[in-house]
């Protein structure tokens, strides 16, 4: 939420031409992160429907020493559910379902008599956790899920809902898994197929598909996602680390998730959405209405809503937002409808880029505003993550010392360092845990 306040200051500037000095500048911007180890991954940017900026950073195989480019497949997260949304709006403009509908209509085991597919668009249903689901069923976590097995776990358990439906909104994966479901049985098509034939081959998403853990090993120039791991201080794969076995498991889950894609295919899709290639006016009007604030718990209210797959963002103008999470990867796609401005940023780099990643749209809108570059200071839990395993205590010490004492370029997170901390006492490593607690203790 952090993250798209200040991405208000960026896509809510003025109108003007994009010179080749502001490329040049965000080209400055990006490369010099890459440098720092604070963005690896692809960044797009466009105007009035055209691409005036679109460049990689860093490797798509860290083993093999292989580049990111343009054509580059990103396992874009969360992203995937602005696709579910549109076949959602499609079937609806077809009249073959309404939103206001009870999802029981579609879904006859479903039990949630109340639930609409209106307020599993805007996550009000008050579902409980996909993953959830598959633990009190005890899954095999060697084995992938498909929306079958949560659904099947879903009318079995019957779990309470954790609101009442349309009270509030909360994000549910669950529910996108449950939209999925009910394109499939309206379109009576494999829902895969359905976002080929219907989205992605309609919007010219040429290397756009949805794909499990084990099938996207058949495809070339993939992104591997990687994530600066505690343990060994290095950066690792994130699909083989223990700790992130959900990914693994819910890899097969479509409607939520699992829909790998580029930089030029997002544009072309976003393209396709101002073009009314995928839905007519009347029914993007609707995707993009506010409705119930979209409060996150720990976050500030920034008076945001939830709309039909994106965050409405609560600016002077039309401005909607869609990212993704999930350990190895970081999408965002952020579109000013009213200006025709649009960024996208692909990265499959996890810890160090999450911890970075609310400081770029505030340097991309130095250089709209001031026309100059200002690099993101470095993250004090990230540089010590990458050294603290191998370093003497001396070493660290030092490092602590530079941190300290260059504010200028260093930023100290506190939640980001407890976190190294509890790593390094899981390790039985308290020596160096007590070191930066007691480095970073509030004097």
Known sequence: MRTIKLL??????????????????LDSLFSTMSQRGQFYGNALIAEHNEVTFSKSYGYSDRTTEEFLNEETLFNVGS???????????QLAEKEKLKLSDKVSKYLPRFPYAEITIHQLLIHAGGLT????LLNNSNWDNSKIAVNKDVMSALFEQKPALQFTAGDRSEYSNLGYIILAEIVKQVSESDFKEYLLRNIFEPAGMTRTYIYNAEEIKQIENVAKGYVLYPFTGKYEEAIKIPEFVSNYVTSGFQGDGNVYSTTIDLFNFFKALSNNTLINAHSQ?????????ARMEGTPDFGNSYGYGWTIINAPMQVVQRGGELAGYISNTVWNITEERLII??????LSFTSYQNQIPMSIAGIFYQNKVQIPKMTASVELTKMVIKSSKETLTEKI???KNNSDLYQI??????FLVMKLEQMGNKEKADLIVNSFKPE
């Open 401 to 403: 010392k530079e941190i």
């Open 285 to 293: 009007n609707i995707t993009f209405q506010k409705h119930i604030p």
């Open 345 to 350: 940023y692909l990265s499959n780099d996890y």
């Open 129 to 132: 956790s996909d993953y959830d």
């Open 413 to 418: 997170d506190l939640q980001g360092l407890k």
């Open 79 to 89: 992203v995937s559910k602005a696709f579910t949304a549109i076949a959602i709006l």
């Open 8 to 25: 208000i200051l960026f896509v809510s500037i003025s109108s003007n031409c994009f010179s080749q000095n502001k490329s040049e500048l």
